[in-house]
């Protein structure tokens, strides 16, 4: 081989290791690009689904503040209903009924960020308050430790939905009165007087055995 031709022959390995640099750096560039563009958009995506859930977190907060608020203002018209002056009934039954409205309104206003299960249990709650404010059934003050065990109920399933909402779990304890897990087509057919009387049998039934089984001290 004469020297031109081995010159010739070191020029063409030169060119073709600078062209498989230059290669290597487009794909390597391309990788670094792809993996930036890559990240971005899962950064974005997380970024978004963050957002996502925090809003619907605020939003649950919010709805579990406003049904506790009103649901405190129906609890107080109940204790008025039972211990006010008997003139002064009609007023407090009309503000009673307005305030029932102003519970479902805001129960559909938020009842689509909760579960099925938790919209029921509104919906027994209005039952019960509907039946005292439409005189379906006599609300007396004898009835009124029913009423708070109603109401220690209502605040034991909006607590249970906000640590839901947390991703957290909170029992309903034990001593909480449960109401009767009624289906819509029952609630129907059978109207909210007959559900109030359900849950207040029911009720007494279960206080009568908790009295039976608390022990009578003997003398000495």
């Known amino acids: 081989m004469t020297l031109d031709e081995e010159k010739a022959l070191e020029a063409y390995k030169h060119r073709k290791e600078v062209c498989r640099l230059v290669i290597d750096k487009v ?37 579990i503040r406003d ?6 203002v129906l609890h107080d018209d109940l ?19 307005g305030h029932i409205r102003d519970f479902l309104a805001i ?4 009842g689509a960020l909760f579960p099925d299960e938790f ?11 509907i039946a005292v404010a439409q005189d379906m059934v006599e609300f007396t003050p004898n009835q009124w430790a029913f009423a708070i065990d109603v109401s220690r109920n209502f605040d034991a399933i909006t607590r249970n939905a906000l640590w839901k909402a947390l991703d957290e779990t909170s029992p309903i304890p034990k001593d909480v009165f ?7 087509e ?12 359900s849950n207040l ?12 089984q608390v022990p009578i001290p003997t003398a000495p």
Do not use: C, M
């Open 27 to 63: 794909i390597l560039t391309a990788i670094i690009g792809l993996f930036i563009f890559g990240s971005k958009w899962l950064l974005e995506d997380y970024k978004s689904d963050l957002t996502k859930q925090q809003f619907l977190l605020e939003s649950r907060l919010d709805a």
């Open 67 to 72: 049904l506790r608020q009103i649901y405190a």
């Open 79 to 97: 204790y008025s209903i039972a211990y006010g002056p008997k003139e002064n009934r009609g007023q407090l039954i009309g503000d009673y009924q």
């Open 201 to 212: 049998q029911k009720w007494q039934a279960a206080h009568n055995r908790a009295v039976e």
């Open 107 to 110: 129960g559909n206003k938020w």
């Open 119 to 129: 919209d029921r249990s509104l919906n027994y709650h209005l039952q019960i308050h």
């Open 178 to 184: 449960p109401l009767e897990q009624w289906t819509h």
């Open 186 to 197: 029952k609630l129907q057919k059978q109207g909210p007087a007959n559900y109030y009387n």
